[in-house]
């Protein structure tokens, strides 16, 4: 099993660029989340989805967009890349409530 | 809503033991998560925490108090691989667990 991947690993945008941040796993998992991680902020939840076609906001949604069209992908949608969206972001997956998380190994983003 | 507090960073001796500890106040609660993040990676699960008591795995303990909203991460016999930080984060009323801001280990020899 590969686990949950993400890509790209690093990626460099303009300001008011849109763009996609793939990721997939292969575990089966029910739930899937995005969470960005800045310095001093820990891991801060933007969307997640508890099935194929259920999705819902997390603490900071703002500027992103998701879709859950497969149990197996959850690609998050940068609509007009802001200087405010550089960071870490990580893609999470488990098999239900309660249950531990599978984290991919984060894209890092830089917004000019 | 939720609020999870944790130290921000701790050092301790290669050897020694540590405790990192983690406060909170939550409108919902089904259990409490431990991850361990090392620095430029992704967190990797540690423990879950449902009922009071301790739960020990290896050198790591961890414990949980659901009336005084408190739960505590115990390292033992202190490694400088375990130089990383350590997140706390609750599992409440939504499906997806809330992260604190974590506490950031440092072992030195």
């Known amino acids: 099993n590969a686990g949950v991947t993400q890509t790209p690993k690093f990626q460099v945008l303009k300001t008011g660029q849109s763009m996609t941040l793939q990721c997939a796993q292969d575990m089966n998992h029910e739930y899937m989340s995005w969470y960005r991680q800045d310095p001093g902020m820990g891991l801060r939840l933007i969307h997640y989805?508890?099935?194929?076609?259920?999705?819902d906001q997390g603490e900071v949604p703002n500027g992103y967009n998701v879709s859950r069209s497969t149990t197996e992908d959850f690609p998050l949608r940068l609509l007009s890349a802001a200087p405010s969206q550089t960071s870490v972001y990580f893609c999470a997956s488990s098999y239900s409530a309660g249950r531990e998380q599978f984290f991919g190994p984060g894209t890092r983003l830089t917004v000019l | 809503g939720q609020n999870i507090d944790q130290p921000t960073e701790m050092t301790a001796t290669e050897g020694a033991i540590v405790q990192i500890n983690c406060t909170y106040q939550t409108s919902g609660f089904n259990g409490l998560f431990w991850y361990q993040q090392h620095a430029g990676e992704a967190p990797t699960f540690l423990s879950y925490?449902?009922?009071?008591g301790l739960e020990e795995k290896g050198r790591f303990s961890s414990f949980l108090s659901r009336s005084k909203g408190y739960s505590y991460l115990l390292l033992k016999e202190l490694q400088m691989k375990d130089s990383a930080s350590y997140l706390c984060?609750?599992?409440?009323?939504?499906?997806?667990?809330?992260f604190g801001r974590g506490t950031s280990l440092i072992v030195h020899p």
């Open positions: 989805s508890v099935g194929a076609g259920i999705t």
């Open positions: 984060a609750i599992s409440g009323g939504s499906y997806i667990p809330t």
């Open positions: 925490n449902v009922l009071d």
